[in-house]
């Protein structure tokens, strides 16, 4: 088992890493947002990629997502938590907390959202997008270290990167969404089609728009609340890191079918498929196409 962390706003490093070292990957499908740091926590191999960049230098709709999650599969990484910054639709969830969602709505349309395409198609199941077992390591995670959080969720990804209006803010608390954010998608699709365990923490920094007696989502307030969550962030990490070295393992094959999500999905005739396309995802889908 090798566990992977993507950084969202605020998390761009993973303090207290042994033999620390950042290294380029190279996939198919582009440049990743940044090299990725290597190193071990508490004994346990640990991959680290900051979603935006060392510096932020990456809008969520030019992060190359298919690129990020190849390079995490190239480096061997069997479960990756996803940690980002989001706006909240419910009272209860303010700023501060962490919400380890469990459901997605996508309403990005900037963004390849897939490795399958012409030459190879698949259609993987996203009924249950998020690794309940992973879910729940990290649901106790928090509750040891004292994170405000909460379990379960509907996380609305929008394009951006505009905050949203107030008439669509007030649509998405309509629809029954929990919280607002502009990376989570493509990003767990992505995972899904890897065949790797993805859990997501969303990590509350604004009421977004809707809220009467707040003021309007802007970048000086989610900044101050990002410095508080990133640092809680980190700890997080460490918690499921000891969990992990207590025993509490997450071995395969996972309960859920994530290590196993292409064993139904190719639907392309083998002798239709096209070899470039294949030779593009000898990370991705390796273990399938090999067999």
Not at 160 to 165: K, L
Request: charged share 25%; proline share 5%; with cysteine.
């Amino acid at each position: 088992m090798k566990l992977g962390v993507i950084g969202g706003s605020g998390v761009y490093d993973i303090d207290g890493l042994e033999n620390a070292e950042w290294r380029e990957i190279e996939t198919p499908w582009g440049r990743p947002s940044d090299a990725l740091l290597f190193g071990r926590l508490n004994g346990v191999e640990l991959v680290f990629l900051p979603r935006h960049g060392r510096g932020h230098p990456h809008s969520p709709s030019s992060i190359n997502y298919r690129a990020n999650i190849d390079a995490m599969k190239r480096a061997g990484v069997t479960s990756i938590l996803s940690v980002s910054a989001c706006g909240s639709f419910r009272e209860a969830l303010e700023p501060g907390v962490f919400v380890i969602v469990d459901q997605f709505i996508d309403r990005t349309f900037a963004r390849e959202k897939s490795f399958f395409g012409e030459g190879l198609v698949a259609h993987v199941s996203m009924a249950k997008p998020v690794c309940a077992r992973l879910g729940d390591m990290v649901e106790k995670s928090a509750s040891e270290t004292g994170i405000p959080y909460a379990r379960g969720g509907v996380y609305l990804a929008m394009e951006g990167p505009q905050f949203s209006s107030l008439a669509e803010s007030n649509m998405y608390r309509a629809w029954g969404c929990d919280v607002i954010g502009m990376t989570n998608m493509p990003e767990a699709k992505l995972a899904r089609e890897a065949e790797i365990c993805f859990a997501t923490v969303a990590m509350v920094t604004d009421y977004d728009c809707w809220h009467p007696h707040h003021d309007d989502v802007d970048v000086a307030s989610v900044i101050a609340v990002l410095q508080r969550n990133a640092a809680h962030a980190k700890e997080l990490v460490k918690q499921v890191v000891g969990r992990i070295v207590s025993g509490e393992r997450l071995e395969t094959p996972c309960p859920a079918g994530c290590d196993r999500a292409l064993d139904t999905a190719l639907i392309t005739a083998p002798e239709k498929r096209d070899p470039q396309v294949l030779a593009k995802l000898d990370a991705v889908a390796g273990r399938v196409l090999k067999g």
